[in-house]
């Protein structure tokens, strides 16, 4: 594969309308635009745009998180958010007046007003704005809230400053370029989880995600201490998940909090038993019952978190493709990349750009675009077939344009065949085996065990329906006759098959070489 081509596969995103709704209905994000709306008489702010404690009551009352003992905590993450996207605007007083208000020796004291916020610009945007400039406002809350999740517990930063102690990053076990890593490693397996999965609400067991980021690849059964790893970064997890949800970024059942109560006889948080290593787009290993693998916590990115995840990505310069990005492009470009997609988001990806164009005209350029003797033609071939496959049958002119092409003309015969078109001429005996030859190129390169199972029971009904199938095969004049007869000696269960495919295979090679 070139450099060039796509490392992950690609998603199905929703309407920038549907997201925008989404992100303006996340609670964090809900909260915010009520607060910037009840500042519009103005609210009295401390440094930095903190709310003071008098306005802070008022506003958790306003939320109805007044009956929550952590109301005043959510409140002030609100307003925080609301201040740190523009949805309210700080206007400060002028130089001097802060003395009056409590400013001694260039300190300013506790809880003292510093300043005024009232509905800044951005406000105005959630209502009359384009579901992409909410999508940039929700975006940028989005960033502060990530920060905030990659933070170290405040609790520890506190008790290091009691009594007028100093901040020590390294007693409190905290490297803020290696957080910021591992939640975007984190978010980045979601990301690719959510791409391979067949359906879209796929659950992650928080101890498989965690060992994905943990476990190395050829370790067969993890150590002690490894399990340990996992186990302090699924609490770690369990706190950053529980800060990124508000803000619509994931859906998250956290860890149950008898099981973070448990301790073993060490005094340490009992080690999940059951998925442990399992890599990006596996299974969790022995998984646990379904009611006990909940206990661990399950998580999934929404569909806002696929587009947030893939925004950063693309942002870093990932290449991060999304079913439809290939609409405006040629058919050549369709047909490079459709291999590497999932079946259904290829099709998803052929229906939109076959419904930019006539049928005639996509059956044309597909066509074109097939041809060729480089190693990836048969895959561009495959993926022109089953493209054409959706095509209308008012396309059936270009397809009879090609009826006497040596690398087309069986595909076209296939598609006209299909739609009982009349008068389809009857192949010649060299394109029967050209096309095969280029329907098991195709494929040889498949990881998929259902695709090899199937590519197995092709080669053997292609021998038991042809007798002789080797002596013509190693003749066909294919850049890959050599490597598909190789692949059938290694596939045919049959020894004394096995042993012809590959006698074939000496000669096709030859007589390519010679």
Do not use: C
Request: net charge negative; proline share 7%.
């Amino acid at each position: 594969m070139s450099a060039d081509r796509p490392t992950l596969p690609p998603v199905r995103l929703h309407s920038e309308a549907e997201l925008a709704r989404d992100a303006l209905s996340a609670p964090l994000m809900a909260r915010a635009a009520k607060l910037a709306r009840w500042a519009e008489r103005g609210v009295p702010v401390g440094v930095g745009g903190e709310i003071l404690e008098e306005s802070l009551a008022a506003a958790t009352e306003l939320l109805g998180l007044a009956g929550d003992e952590d109301g005043p905590a959510y409140t002030a993450e609100a307003w925080q958010l609301a201040v740190d996207t523009g949805l309210v605007e700080i206007d400060e007083p002028d130089d001097g007046a802060g003395e009056a208000d409590g400013e001694e020796d260039g300190e300013l004291a506790e809880g003292v007003a510093v300043g005024t916020a009232t509905p800044g610009e951005e406000l105005g945007l959630l209502t009359s704005g384009s579901p992409q400039d909410i999508l940039d406002i929700w975006l940028s809350g989005m960033e502060t809230v990530l920060a905030d999740a990659a933070a170290p517990d405040l609790s520890d930063i506190a008790e290091q400053l009691a009594d007028g102690g100093e901040l020590d990053l390294d007693a409190i076990d905290w490297n803020p370029e290696e957080e910021a890593e591992l939640l975007d490693g984190i978010l980045g397996n979601l990301y690719l989880l959510t791409a391979l999965s067949e359906g879209p609400d796929r659950d992650v067991p928080l101890p498989a995600l965690a060992a994905s980021m943990i476990v190395p690849d050829d370790m067969d059964e993890p150590t002690d201490d490894i399990l340990e790893e996992v186990s302090e970064a699924m609490m770690r997890l369990d706190d950053q998940f529980r800060v990124l949800e508000p803000i619509g970024l994931v859906a998250y059942r956290p860890v149950d909090e008898a099981l973070i109560e448990e301790l073993d006889e060490d005094g340490q948080a009992v080690r999940p038993q059951g998925p442990a290593a399992a890599g990006p787009g596996e299974a969790p290993a022995d998984p646990l019952a379904d009611e006990d693998v909940s206990r661990y916590g399950l998580v999934r990115l929404t569909p806002l978190g696929v587009y947030a995840v893939r925004a950063r990505m693309l942002d870093a310069g990932v290449h991060a493709p999304a079913v439809g990005d290939l609409t405006d492009k040629g058919a050549d470009v369709l047909l490079d990349a459709l291999p590497d997609y999932p079946e259904a988001l290829a099709q998803a990806e052929s229906e939109q750009w076959l419904a930019a164009r006539t049928s005639v005209d996509a059956a044309r350029d597909l066509l074109a675009a097939a041809r060729g003797d480089d190693e990836r033609a048969p895959l561009r071939r495959l993926a022109a077939q089953q493209t054409l496959s959706l095509v209308a049958p008012d396309a059936e002119a270009a397809l009879r344009e090609v009826l006497d092409d040596r690398q087309l003309g069986g595909l076209a015969r296939v598609w006209l065949a299909e739609r009982a078109a009349p008068g389809i001429p009857e192949p010649s005996q060299d394109m029967i085996f050209w096309l095969t030859v280029d329907t098991i190129a195709a494929q040889l390169d498949s990881a998929d065990d259902e695709a090899a199972g199937e590519l197995r029971d092709l080669v053997r009904g292609l021998t038991e329906q042809h007798s002789g199938f080797f002596d013509a095969a190693w003749r066909v004049d294919h850049p890959a006759t050599a490597d598909v007869l190789e692949a059938m000696g290694r596939l045919h269960p049959d020894k004394k098959a096995a042993k012809e495919a590959r006698k074939a295979a000496f000669k096709a090679r030859s007589r390519r070489d010679g």
